[in-house]
């Protein structure tokens, strides 16, 4: 499913335009990306947790030079946990 076909079944389960669902769409995403690039997490009771983690910076190997060492930045990345409902939804 992607976000035009998810903003159309919004729609007819939440009797909204399609317009009105496409914003809500994009609402939901930049308000979860602006608290995850301010340092928090953002919970869905049931559904789940978006987080920010950060890998740590490490070395590694130019795969272009493999006798080459590389340094690998330090960086942010986004993590999913899944709530129970979610994870109970899915066994059965």
Do not use: C, W, Y
Not at 7 to 17: D, F, P
Not at 25 to 45: D, F, H, Q, W
Not at 72 to 89: Q, S
């Amino acid at each position: 499913m992607n976000k035009e076909s998810l903003s159309e079944r919004l729609a007819t389960e939440a009797n909204l335009t399609k317009k009105q669902a496409e914003q809500a769409i994009e609402s939901l995403t930049k308000i979860i990306i602006g608290e995850m690039k301010a340092g928090n997490s953002v919970t869905i009771v049931g559904f789940g947790t978006f987080s920010p983690r950060t890998r740590h910076a490490r070395g590694g190997v130019n795969p272009q030079k493999p006798s080459e060492r590389i340094r690998i930045p330090e960086v942010v990345v986004p993590k999913f946990k899944a709530g129970k409902t979610l994870k109970d939804a899915l066994k059965k």
